[in-house]
């Protein structure tokens, strides 16, 4: 059974700093593509940035060059340190893969930019 659980939100000010941590178990999470969505109240849910098993990354417009996701293949961990955060990133952030056809979400981690 895969299982993701994320944490390291919380309530930062505008132009401060926060890195989510997402552990994953249950697949080979050195082959697996991963990625962090948020959600915003009245919003839909939408993809912030991917990294592909071999380390290849996305990042939604909205986040380049303030956010960056990495992972550790020993600690079977994707993390996302954001930058220059601003209320505008206010919202739930989802950790995300998919694997054997399914696709998995962890239990959503709050991220509150509010002064």
């Known amino acids: 059974q895969v299982r993701l659980v994320e944490s390291g939100g919380g309530l930062v000010q505008p132009g401060g700093s926060l890195r989510l941590s997402c552990k994953a178990s249950?697949?080979?999470?050195?082959?697996?593509?991963m990625a962090w969505y948020r959600q915003a109240p009245g919003r839909q849910r939408e993809l912030v940035a991917s990294?592909?098993?071999?380390?290849?990354?996305n990042y939604a417009d909205s986040v380049k060059g303030r956010f960056t996701i990495s992972r550790d293949n020993v600690w079977r961990t994707v993390y996302l340190q954001m930058n220059s955060l601003s209320p505008e990133d206010t919202a739930v952030y989802y950790c995300?893969?998919?694997?054997?056809?399914?696709?998995?979400w962890g239990q959503g981690t709050q991220v509150t930019v509010s002064s």
């Open positions: 995300n893969t998919h694997n054997r056809g399914r696709e998995f």
């Open positions: 249950g697949l080979a999470f050195s082959l697996a593509n």
């Open positions: 990294i592909t098993g071999g380390h290849s990354t």
